[in-house]
């Protein structure tokens, strides 16, 4: 809205108020030659004095440039965010400013979120942040772990991706400071990527308040956990806080249409600066 309404008056400006400008800062420099009253230097000014617009296009036209950059960079390269919940957990905390590249998964239309440049997709073990497919005026960040054609299974809280178990190696006990409680925590890999999670010893295995989202005959529920066949141009996104995100397990597949971009530093944490750098 701000990029329509300060381009209108850019626009105006161009075409309508900045002509109008220049031709009476013209007669102006021709009158005071002829009467040879001014020099060089108060010619200048004069003529300054004619350009220069009007207070109100001062306000609205010239910021145009400044907020049409800003757009561009948001649009189709890189995004702030900031993490509101404990969903990832310990990748990133509550507070975290991230940057989110969006470029990387292809060059989108704004608003209409229709890709039309294709660069790449999204890989298992990236961390994404979405459009909510129940919500789409509210973002989510997640990681990748199955892509269409996957087969995602959680059993015990053992995670499987076309029935091959994930490696995990056990952690020393993550203790949550907001909380005051500790979770158990593994370093988890798939494909190339490590990264670390989160278990909570006392919750269930299996999911609880499964909604009724598109593609839900692809999965089927049971007190040990749940199996899913993600549908192609789908991703089956997971938080690395197990026990405490609302995720895929809980309303469902998250399609291309409705991805956001690849997060990939945390640039500040006010509340712990030491949070700065790259992360997986």
């Known amino acids: 809205m701000l990029l329509l309404f300060t381009g209108f008056f850019y626009v105006l400006d161009l075409v309508r108020f900045r002509p109008k400008r220049r031709e009476k800062a013209r007669m102006a420099l021709e009158n005071a030659q002829q009467q040879g009253q001014l020099n060089g230097k ?13 207070v109100w296009l001062e306000y ?7 907020i049409l950059f800003v757009f561009l960079l948001r649009s189709f390269v890189i995004e702030p965010f ?5 969903s990832m957990i310990p990748t990133l905390l509550v507070g975290d400013l991230i940057l989110v590249n969006k470029f990387d998964y292809g ?16 890989q298992r073990g990236d ?31 053992q995670l499987l991706v076309n029935g091959k178990k994930l490696q995990q190696t056990p952690l020393e006990k993550y203790y949550d400071p907001t909380n ?7 370093r988890e890999q798939i494909g190339d990527k490590t990264h670390r999670i989160l278990n909570d010893e006392d919750a269930p295995p299996f999911v609880v308040g499964v909604d009724d989202y598109d593609y839900r005959d692809q999965c089927s529920y049971d007190v040990t956990g749940f199996k899913c066949t993600v549908p192609e141009g789908h991703y089956f996104m997971m938080g690395d806080n197990r026990d405490n995100s609302s995720d895929s397990r809980i309303w469902g597949f998250v399609s291309d249409r409705q991805v956001v971009g690849k997060a990939f530093l945390v640039w500040m944490n006010f509340s712990d600066p030491s949070r700065v750098g790259l992360f997986y």
């Open 42 to 54: 108060a010619l200048r000014k004069l003529k300054n004095f004619h350009l220069r617009p009007p």
């Open 180 to 186: 005051f409680s500790y979770s158990a925590q593994f």
């Open 60 to 66: 609205t036209a010239s910021f145009f440039p400044v």
């Open 127 to 157: 961390v994404m942040v979405f459009r909510y497919p129940k919500n789409p005026k509210l973002d989510y960040i997640k990681r990748v772990i199955g892509v269409g054609g996957d087969v995602v299974e959680y059993r015990n809280k």
């Open 107 to 122: 060059i989108r239309l704004p608003i209409i979120d229709k890709k039309i440049i294709p660069v790449s997709n999204p």
């Open 82 to 86: 900031k993490i509101p919940s404990g």
